[in-house]
């Protein structure tokens, strides 16, 4: 297993600012991933954050508005730039181990106002 | 693009009874794990199911694994209020892509003491 950290747990952000979510795990990981879970629904992933190189995103996400960075095999963030209401939700990170299972962080549950 | 149904959506039942959640889907996976997942909490990793026709216990709870790896039944037996909570069926892709989850919508359960 892995255990997984954010920061923040919550947050309040005022339209049009940007956050950065942090996400730490105890072990070096190859991969990880973010999700986002909007209220009262499933998990959608946003992007698998890759060492090194630039983020693959899914469709619908785009780098400009989830910038991702993935400096070494234990950390990871996600900005959410330029918010909006609708950006409300709890954002995921998570990462997959060499026993093929998915662990997830605790979430950051982000209300935009 | 693979899709989870999950069913039902939501159930509330007596401590004590049994229940069985559903997951199904047109596609094949090569493995599916469920999460338990609490307000205000990530998803926890219940079990992981790869072989067709695999069935794995965990205490009270039954996971199995259709024959043909496209659909996947949870059992709770006695249910206890501790067993509340939105369960997730996640099914991993096949070939190169199967670190990447598919989620079902959920099956928010609620035990009644």
């Known amino acids: 297993s892995a255990v997984i950290s954010q920061k923040p747990s919550r947050d309040i952000c005022q339209r049009g600012t940007s956050l950065t979510i942090q996400c730490q795990v105890d072990?070096?990981?190859?991969?990880m991933f973010w999700y986002r879970q909007q209220p009262g629904q499933s998990l959608t992933l946003i992007a698998t954050?890759?060492?090194?190189?630039?983020?693959?995103?899914e469709s619908g996400f785009v780098i400009d508005k989830f910038p991702i960075s993935r400096p070494n095999l234990t950390f990871s963030t996600l900005t959410v730039s330029n918010m909006s209401p609708e950006d409300s939700s709890i954002y995921l990170c998570?990462?997959?181990?060499?026993?093929?299972?998915?662990?997830f962080g605790p979430g950051t549950r982000l209300t935009v106002l | 693009t693979q899709l989870l149904e999950q069913s039902p959506q939501f159930l509330s039942i007596q401590e004590g009874e049994n229940l069985t959640v559903y997951c199904n889907s047109s596609?094949?996976?090569?493995?599916l794990q469920w999460y338990r997942q609490e307000p205000g909490e990530g998803p926890v990793l219940l079990v992981t199911?790869?072989?067709?026709?695999e069935v794995k216990k965990l205490k009270r709870l039954t996971f199995q694994f259709g024959d043909a790896r496209k659909d996947s039944s949870l059992h709770i037996t006695a249910a206890q209020t501790g067993d509340t909570g939105l369960y997730l069926c996640?099914?991993?892709?096949?070939?190169?892509?199967?670190?990447?989850?598919?989620f079902g919508k959920g099956t928010l359960l609620t035990v009644n003491p």
């Open positions: 954050a890759n060492q090194g190189s630039e983020a693959t995103y």
């Open positions: 998570s990462v997959w181990t060499v026993a093929n299972e998915q662990f």
């Open positions: 199911v790869v072989t067709g026709g």
């Open positions: 072990s070096q990981v190859t991969m």
């Open positions: 996640a099914g991993a892709g096949s070939g190169g892509s199967n670190y990447k989850l598919t």
């Open positions: 596609s094949v996976f090569s493995s």
